[in-house]
């Protein structure tokens, strides 16, 4: 048999890559996963959320429930938008800790927070289109927009998150975005949260410049101390549209999340939604929809914020006694990440597999800059790594880079 792995496809008659395929995922987010796999390996790279979190007895409760009771809308094909029961708890969700509910026309269920900012991507830029996204961002994202060939300007951010005053500076000196990516809360990867300050300038940049704001949630409800700011969606509905996901306060198994924005772009989402999956998996849809119902979401974020800054407050003390002068970190108030900038001189790059042979898996910042910036920075995850590890992997991280 042929080794389809090795054949070139010209061989086969199957073109190459489609045009739109093309700058995707390179081996980006392929080389964060890879850690994953490998034994006795203390990983800080890929940001899963811990399986101590996943609901499985609950899960099952509701399988049964469903078989006892004949239940077919689980089972069935969904509504584009989502079905009305899910629409209706992540409506109060949204009422509840944002204050605002979003009517069904602003809506639409996803495929998880990935498909809402493919989406976005799809209906709403052209080839040459200009996005600005935080420096670093979500690789997921840069690989979104780079996928429909868009022009990306990465503005940079501190520990305030991203610099509204040099986005406003690049705005007056003629940068003309069509769209604006932001992680406001606990960002992926830098461990950072937007200042309650810089939200209202921000979206007001939004109104006055012309660009439409992607607000990406997905960690704002694993706050350590469960408190929020305003979202950017509620503070600007007009010129917002949210991204969010279950997959890390519930589980990423469904691939379930949601968009939420005007109006006009909601009913342009649900088109291209119509074009490619059609609806949302209607049993994660109904598994979370009762899972609310039954306040078990709520119960389970409890636990969750608890381990995660557990997780973050080992890692901070290790990074503490262990990294070396120069050295630096963002604390984060939730979320996954911790943003690690190395001495002068350090590269992460070559860090990444000296550390892997000392049994640590870390990502090199420059994964997370669409420029190729970052090099002396590291994306540590805290997420998914053994409480009992931590301690431990950064000694041996601490070691690797003292070599
Ligand atoms: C900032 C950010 N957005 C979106 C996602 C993907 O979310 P989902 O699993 O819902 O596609 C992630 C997952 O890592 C993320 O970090």
Redesign the pocket.
Known sequence: MRDLTTTPLGGLGVEPAARVAHGAAGDGIASVLAFLGMPDIVSFAG??PDPETFPRERVATLFEEFAASGEVTAFQYAPTRGLAGTLDVLAGRLETQEGRRPSDDEFVV????????ELVTKSFLDPGDLVVVEAP?????IQAFRSFEAELEAVPLDEEGLDVEELERRLRGGLRPKLLYT?PDH???AGVTLAAGRREPLVELARRYGFLVVE?V??RELGFSGETLPSLWSTAPDVVVQ??????TFF?GV???WAVGPPEIASRLVDAKQNTDQCAGALGQRLFEESVRRGWIDEQLVRSRALYRRKSELLLAALERSMPAGARWTRPRGG?FSWLTLPEGASSVELAPRAAEAGVGIVPGTLFFPDGRGVDTVRLSFSLVDEALIDDGIERLASALAR
């Open positions: 940001g899963f996803t495929s998880g927070a990935i498909e809402a900012l961002t979500y690789l997921g994202a992680i960002q992926n990867p990406d997905a960690y991204a969010g996901t279950t997959s890390k990423p691939r379930l999340g996954f």
